[in-house]
């Protein structure tokens, strides 16, 4: 981390000593934010699936110790030298983009998100899974003042990532757009997508979703365990976009041909199996496959903008910073229904 440490206090945190270790509250001092970055208070970070690179030791690079956490909520403590266009007392978060090194050839074109030495709270400096954390102005998010923390933390990771890659998906309102996926990306997807005025399939396997996917907005719900998911959306004229949250390749292989004319396969689930196509499924209706990641704190603000002007909202279970082990397992579980966040 780029901040100067000084101790003013102590605080109890949530850190993964080693790769593939386990959780272990301990006492650190509280740092004083160096040049260009602030302290921040920590209210509630989300427990996202990603932070599994911090804890599994599966991020190229990972430092120890580290302290994970990319979904953060909180107020600022203390600016560093330098700050002025964030104030001591301003609510902020910080997401999966922790900074950017603003002289990169994608820097320089504006293209923040594409940083080649991009920063990434929780694995490039410690993150949220602590009472107090310091982080650079460039990863700062404003929250709207009508958001509480807990609603506003997993809208920084699984919020933006659903929210961006549909306004930039090419859909059209009244177009018919698939969630696959009625899960912890997929039920904020399905919210913004029907947000969007487009017609919504959402897609699970069984039926136990169906009666919830209806209430968050799908206008058809589809059981991929108790029918071809593909061939019925070919049924409702093909999708101009299928959003794939969930992280299973063989699912999102499957409803390819669920895709109509210049159709897209967009690709937020992050998995290590490969998608398998052929080129046939793609050159017949020129379709694409697209993979899509987060977005800059400016996207952020725009989904917190956004869920607050609709009701948009993340269905969520709380713990305790100190059950940090606890959460995490739970959200691993797949059980979890659908976020869970860390409570200072």
């Not at 780029?2 to 993964?16: C, F, L, P, R």
């Not at 990863?139 to 699984?158: G, K, N, R, Y």
Request: glycine residues 14%.
């Amino acid at each position: 981390m780029a901040a100067t440490a000084v101790a003013v206090g102590t605080m109890k945190v949530a850190q993964v000593a080693n790769p593939g270790g386990t959780f272990q509250i301990v006492e650190r001092e509280i740092p004083k934010p160096g040049t260009g970055h602030v302290l921040i208070k920590v209210q509630a970070c989300g427990v996202c699936h990603s932070d599994m690179f911090t804890k599994e030791g599966a991020w190229p690079g990972i430092e120890y110790p580290r302290i994970p956490g990319h979904e953060v909520a909180g107020v600022i403590a203390e600016v560093g030298v330098g700050v002025s266009t964030w104030k001591k007392g301003q609510r902020v978060g910080v997401g999966w983009h922790g900074g950017q090194d603003n002289t990169c050839l994608s820097c320089r074109r504006g293209d923040f998100g594409n940083c080649r030495n991009l920063k990434i709270s929780g694995i490039s400096y410690d993150g949220g899974y602590q009472q107090y954390m310091v982080a650079p102005v460039e990863a700062l998010v404003a929250i709207p003042e009508s958001l509480s923390d807990v609603d506003a933390a997993p809208l920084l990771c699984a919020g933006i990532t659903t929210f961006n890659a549909l306004r930039h998906s090419g859909a059209l309102p009244s177009d018919l757009v698939a969630i696959q996926g009625v899960g912890g990306l997929g039920h904020l997807g399905i919210q913004f997508a029907s947000k969007f005025g487009y017609k919504v399939a959402a897609i699970g396997r069984g039926g136990e979703n169906g009666a919830l996917a209806t209430k968050l907005g799908a206008s058809v719900y589809i059981d991929s365990k108790a029918t071809n998911a593909a061939e019925e959306l070919q049924k409702l004229g093909g999708a101009q976009v299928i959003l794939a949250t969930a992280p299973n390749s063989k699912a999102m292989s499957e409803l390819i041909d669920g895709l109509g004319p210049n159709g897209k396969l967009m690709v937020v689930g992050a998995s290590m199996d490969p998608i398998e196509v052929t080129p046939i499924q793609l050159i017949g209706g020129m379709k694409t496959i697209l993979g899509w990641s987060s977005g800059t704190p400016t996207d952020s603000e725009d989904t917190l903008r956004f869920a607050e002007l609709t009701g948009v909202r993340p269905m969520i279970e709380t713990y305790p910073l100190e059950q940090a082990g606890e959460a995490y397992e739970r959200m691993m579980s797949g059980k979890a229904q659908f976020r869970v966040v860390l409570t200072m």
